[in-house]
């Protein structure tokens, strides 16, 4: 069992905090570094940026990713932006401001060291993506542009069209491109970890399958580096991409990493809704979108009219009603939850009632009416020129919307519903991002330490760069330090033997079973019971009832399921296997971390703990009824689970989060 | 809607391929054309046979990864990429041939999964700015005109999917590469490694079995990130001018 849990947070006031621990961390000289091998697992926007600079310092490095190639990771995908706390607009921006806004936004629950270092490191990480090309929007005058974001008040959000992941991840792939073609960086692409290996208590390695080939192998390190994204798949629907797992961490967990705060899921108020069971992903529309697009329903229930034939005063702008202050740029967990209230309430519209509307019929007006000669254009007119303007702001958003739904969103309003986006949960980490299992590292989503239970627009993509490119590299010779390079297991060491042999037999056991239902029809029906039972709104009643159902499904999967082929090829249902099963196993300890979270607070919502318009909060018009209500008292704490073993229940641990400068407060966005 | 798919099947990179006839059956026109396989696969995995291999993973358009041949065209008749054409721009009965990227550079895997590492090969060569973490000054110290910025931008959008390469009669790889070089050849950071970047970039693109550019725009036509074929203009006029200073012994 595991003791105190320490998160080695150093101490000294909030803002130095950083510099002294820099100062003061272990370093290794030039020539050691190259006796050090570390293994990095993913090559998103945390996974390449980490691979590529600890090769810059000189370290051995292998980076294992299951995409073709580095730069297909999800991080790809990611549209909107990415804070910085530049001020470059002189809008009172600042390093401090960036910190208080993260922690209030993920409704103080976060880490507050890690987020002022994050904070500060934002910076840093703007600069270093202009020095690598990243061709960020400019004004005229060849400065850096801004955008604002939710949850935010100040413009601070750099971006790159509506596709700013997909440049700083071609970005941080460049670097580890230049690394690899030094020699310094060994790619494995098409290449999954199926283990982690530990050897006397320290991560030693891990053992992966060649995704072409079949082949089964292990990798001896100094250090393994988990840096493979999030769980939202565990919903089965979500806008992740397909191949998206938490098979890393889940193995990394049942060999004695702790999970800290599973049911922390973000989901994401702007998707395109689902049309039919066969779907099999959901799609993003940006958040960047609510800086010009309002959401509103109609007031009237079961309104079947076309939105452009519902007058202006029956139509519900219900985020600039309820949240003025903030209005369409609310955070998203809050966002989501006022779109699911809208559709509860029998005001939704579309299919099934499930969507509300996105519109930019006014934004468009706006900007055609704020062209040279704008104001005497006549409606038409204006709406033409206001769409070219829109079309250079969010194009590539609108044509994707266009693509899926065969409707204009510059004639209608956009239909959207709130879907599972991100994870705020992840591998426990301390301030070094270092797991609770010496030499095991854990970036990017895939951890849980910078959002609490909310993650503001724009700050995915910080939080990967600056794991990656800033703190993983400065932290890591804390623990090299500790180790001696030529003490290295060998990769025929019997832990490894033991790894390899576990694989083979799940493999074989996969393929033998020989039943009657596909993966993807368990992996759905997993996805609908986490959903309806552990999504946007959770309740003791619900989650006592997903706690019974996943283990029914679970022993069904290992006696029903069906995976043809064989284990010495390209096996896409084998793949799909193990991720499924691990998935099966990972839903049941998200809900029991939901079940004993008894408050609501972010992304996750107890029923049972909200306001109502009893609470003197909401007379005064601080929040709205049906608002979070967090117990401090109680649940001021990440939740770090322990692996029990095949037989006991997970243990739950505790590590208090201490507010020295920021004190928890209502969170208002009123 | 009902079709009928003649697919390639190919056990692994070493074994002989065919089409195949599949028949897709109660096909709902709003699922996208990768949602219909996903429909195929589940069918022919109930009935004991292996799903047909393919290789898709962000289905939203940006990750490059899905790379089909629908009907002798790489991404078909969608705008953009496989993943985001629906089953609405097919019609009840129609046969559908579906195919892997064909190109020398390119071997199939298995199935509809090529391998395009010879791409990796290319930007490792050389596509990148050298510039170590930690190591930049401010990012406003850097201006870049808004018009560089844009055209950078309009390079820099390319997946990496290879279309261009599976549409080119010749195999070509240039609006690849010239997507890249034209990228980091507008910007002022790029610069400094300019001459280099464009000539073991090209090095590396010829090694690798493609062929070169005789104009005729198939690239341009099928890339879901519209890169124009301007950029294979200005790789090649970087290249000319990189190979003559190289000649000289001018940097």
């Not at chain 1, 600079?53 to 790809?76: N, T």
Request: proline share 4%; net charge neutral.
């Amino acid at each position: 069992m595991i003791g105190r849990i320490d998160s080695k947070v150093p101490s000294g006031p909030l803002d130095s905090k950083w510099e002294n621990h820099k100062f003061e961390s272990k370093l290794i000289n030039p020539s050691n570094k190259r006796k050090y091998s570390v293994l990095v697992v993913g090559s998103g926007l945390a996974g390449a940026s980490a691979a590529a600079s600890l090769a810059e310092l000189g370290y051995q490095v292998k980076c294992f990713c299951y995409q073709d190639s580095p730069r297909r990771a999800h991080s790809i995908a990611a549209q909107g932006g990415i804070n910085g706390a530049k001020n470059y607009q002189g809008d009172g921006d600042s390093v401090h401001r960036l910190f208080y806004d993260t922690v209030k936004g993920g409704d103080f629950r976060a880490r507050e060291a890690n987020v002022h270092r994050l904070a500060e490191v934002s910076v840093d990480i703007i600069d270093q993506c202009v020095a690598l090309g990243v061709p960020f929007a400019r004004e005229y005058g060849g400065l850096l542009a801004n955008r604002s974001f939710g949850g935010t008040q100040v413009s601070r959000t750099f971006y790159a069209r509506g596709q700013t992941g997909q440049q700083l991840l071609l970005g941080a792939y460049s670097s580890l491109n230049r690394m690899i073609g030094a020699g310094s960086v060994q790619m494995f692409p098409r290449t999954e970890m199926l283990e982690l290996v530990i050897v006397d208590g320290h991560a030693k390695g891990i053992v992966v399958r060649d995704m072409v080939t079949g082949a089964i192998s292990s990798h001896s390190a100094d250090a393994v580096v988990l840096a493979t994204g999030g769980y939202g798949n565990v919903y089965y629907l979500s806008t992740n991409a397909k191949g998206c797992n938490v098979t890393a961490p889940w193995r990394a967990y049942k060999k004695g990493a702790l999970f800290a705060n599973p049911c922390f899921t973000q989901i994401h108020p702007t998707c395109i809704p689902v049309s039919g069971s066969y779907q099999s992903k959901l799609t993003l529309m940006s958040e960047s979108l609510r800086n010009d697009g309002r959401c509103w329903a109609p007031k009237k229930k079961s309104d079947t009219r076309k939105p452009g034939d519902i007058p202006e005063d029956e139509r519900d702008y219900y985020l600039e009603r309820m949240y003025p202050a903030f209005g369409n740029l609310a955070p998203r967990d809050i966002a989501s939850r006022a779109a699911k209230m809208q559709c509860d309430d029998g005001r939704g519209v579309g299919p099934g009632g499930f969507g509300v509307y996105l519109d930019f019929r006014d934004a468009i007006l706006r900007y055609g009416r704020g062209t040279i000669g704008g104001a005497n254009l006549s409606e038409t007119e204006a709406h033409a020129r206001g769409t070219e303007k829109v079309k250079a702001l969010y194009g590539n958003l609108f044509d994707m919307y266009h693509q899926i739904t065969a409707e204009s969103g510059y004639e209608q309003p956009m239909r959207v519903y709130p879907a599972v986006h991100y994870t705020m949960g992840g591998l426990w980490v301390d301030y070094n991002l270092m797991s609770n299992v010496p030499g095991l590292f854990v970036l990017g989503e895939a951890n849980f330490s910078d959002h609490g239970a909310n993650r503001l627009g724009a700050s995915a993509l910080m939080q990967g760069l600056a794991d990656g490119y800033f703190i993983l590299p400065a932290t890591i010779g804390n623990y090299l330090a500790t180790v001696a390079p030529d003490k290295r297991p060998k990769a025929d060491h019997a832990e490894f033997r033991a790894a390899e042999e576990a694989v083979n037999a799940r493999t074989q056991k996969f393929l033998s079973i020989k039943g009657k239902k596909t993966v993807d029809e368990f992996h759905r029906e997993l996805g609908l019971l986490m959903w309806d039972l552990c999504g946007m709104a959770r309740t003791e009643k619900s989650l006592t009832r997903a706690l019974s159902r996943i283990p029914t499904l679970r022993e069904e999967f290992w006696t029903n399921v069906n995976v043809p082929g064989s284990s010495d090829s390209l096996n896409v249902s084998l793949e799909k296997a193990g991720r499924v099963a691990d998935f099966l196993e990972f839903g049941e300890l998200m809900c029991l971390d939901a079940l004993e979270r008894r408050e609501s607070c972010g992304g996750h919502f107890r029923e049972e703990f909200q306001y109502t318009e009893k609470d003197p909060e909401v007379q005064s018009g601080k929040v709205c009824a049906g608002d979070v209500k967090r117990d401090d008292e109680n649940f001021c704490h990440v939740a770090c689970w322990e692996y029990g073993g095949t037989t006991l229940k997970p243990l739950r641990h505790t590590e208090p989060l201490i507010y020295e400068v920021v004190h928890p407060a209502v969170r208002s966005y009123r | 809607m009902n079709l009928k798919l003649k697919v390639w099947r190919q056990k692994d990179r070493n074994s002989e391929g065919r089409l195949v006839d599949i028949t897709a059956n109660s096909i709902p026109p709003e699922a996208s054309f990768l949602e219909m396989l996903d429909i195929v696969n589940d069918e022919l995995t109930r009935k004991g046979d292996e799903p047909i291999a393919f290789d898709h993973d962000c289905r939203e358009g940006i990750c490059g990864t899905c790379s089909l041949s629908i009907n002798g065209i790489p991404h078909g008749p969608s705008e953009t990429t496989t993943c985001q054409l629906y089953m609405r721009k097919f019609s009840d009965g129609d046969t559908i041939y579906i195919e892997p990227f064909r190109a020398k550079a390119f071997p199939v895997i298995r199935d509809l999964c090529v391998d395009r590492m010879a791409f990796e090969r290319i930007q490792q060569a050389g596509g990148f700015i050298t510039a170590r973490a930690g190591s930049a000054q401010d990012g406003n110290a850097i201006l870049v005109p808004k018009q560089n910025a844009d055209l950078a931008m309009e390079a820099a959008a390319c997946i990496g999917c290879g279309a261009c390469v599976g549409a080119c009669p010749n195999g070509s790889a240039m609006l690849f590469v010239g997507a890249k070089v034209t990228h980091l050849a507008e910007l002022p950071q790029g610069q400094p490694e300019r001459q280099r970047r464009v000539l073991s970039m090209v090095a590396q693109m010829d090694k690798e079995g493609f062929g070169n550019c005789s104009n005729y725009y198939e690239c341009e036509a099928v890339c879901p990130a519209e890169i124009p074929a301007t950029v294979i203009a200005k790789l090649n006029r970087e290249y000319a001018v990189a190979g003559a200073k190289d000649t000289v012994g001018v940097e």
